[in-house]
């Protein structure tokens, strides 16, 4: 279904006007962008899956059946599995949204009903204590078993966890930051292509700020070093690696390149600590949006700071927030 195209003039009709209302709303990008995708899903549902064509055609329990289908159907993108309680709640929100717009221009639609958005189940809500945190952070001291760069290495390390988790960003982001990116006099980075190509300055911890520093000025030198260059056998053709340092990306990799993945890295890390629960890039961001409320800071700071673009999505954090204090109180 996926694949199909919505072929309703009625419904189109209404897509194309949900959108236009939500933009006089002043909704923000992401949902002008996200909510008529989710709305087109719903469509798509009620013509190919029951065969309406028309708005006022719509019973409560085809409205009430999409839920359902939500919850069962493959996740297209990957091919297989179903698809996460976030992102039908997206979708569900998407037809909230659509159900107010039309009550105001409709008298059509009589069945619409509001949807109860869906639990965050457990792999949506893997965060790291504090305490887990400073484990990993102090990880990244230890001396590295077989190489003589463990200092290096460790600096790099605690940069990483200083991007991802001090600052909050996406891998994506993450991976772009430039050395010109870090403005130490206002202890900030700017993210310049975050999320829907939006810019965003970020604070910058006191101690993340010194790791930062630490790193450029001597840590990285290592990674730029000529005597990177190497030669390689492969499929018994002695080769000569490229070696061109990149000299403006803040995190490089062995060769010298903008450093692209980091998961190796969290993985030893986690290994010298007593971590058992998934260790991601998404991990230690989502750490960071849940101590950050936990700790008292407003839902509309930490929204700017993770470059959210509604507010409704760093709702998630009162959910774990609240999640993780029920799972507390069960255990006491």
């Not at 190919?48 to 159907?73: C, G, Y």
Request: overall charge positive; hydrophobic content about 35%; proline content about 3%.
């Amino acid at each position: 279904m996926n694949h199909k195209e919505l072929t309703s003039a009625n419904f189109i009709a209404l897509l194309n006007g949900f959108t236009a209302w939500l933009k006089t709303k002043q909704k923000s990008e992401g949902l002008i962008k996200n909510y008529p995708i989710g709305l087109r899903q719903y469509f798509k549902y009620l013509e190919h899956h029951h065969n309406i064509k028309h708005i006022s055609v719509v019973e409560k329990k085809h409205a009430e059946a999409f839920k359902l289908h939500l919850q069962t159907r493959i996740n297209y993108n990957k091919g297989y599995g179903c698809i996460c309680n976030q992102t039908i709640n997206g979708v569900l929100k998407a037809v909230n949204s659509f159900n107010k717009y039309i009550a105001q221009c409709s008298q059509d639609y009589k069945y619409a009903i509001k949807y109860d958005c869906l639990p965050i189940t457990t792999s949506e809500k893997i965060v790291l204590t504090q305490s887990e945190v400073q484990d990993l952070y102090n990880a990244t001291f230890d001396e590295y078993p077989h190489n003589l760069s463990s200092v290096e290495f460790g600096q790099r390390d605690r940069v990483i966890i200083a991007l991802l988790y001090s600052c909050g960003l996406r891998r994506s982001e993450a991976v772009e930051i430039s050395i010109n990116d870090i403005d130490f006099i206002n202890k900030r980075l700017i993210v310049r292509n975050g999320k829907n190509s939006k810019q965003r300055f970020v604070p910058i911890p006191n101690q993340s700020l010194e790791d930062i520093r630490a790193y450029i000025q001597t840590g990285r030198y290592y990674f730029t070093e000529s005597h990177r260059q190497v030669l390689t056998c492969r499929r018994k053709t002695i080769k000569k690696l490229n070696y061109n340092p990149d000299e403006s990306a803040l995190l490089l990799n062995i060769e010298g390149t903008r450093m692209m993945h980091f998961e190796k890295r969290l993985k030893y890390l986690k290994s010298k600590t007593m971590i058992t629960k998934p260790l991601t890039p998404h991990v230690l961001r989502h750490s960071y949006g849940t101590h950050m409320y936990q700790n008292g800071l407003p839902l509309e700071k930490i929204r700017i700071i993770l470059g959210h673009s509604s507010v409704d999505t760093t709702q998630i954090y009162v959910h774990i927030v609240k999640s993780l204090e029920n799972e507390n109180n069960s255990e006491l």
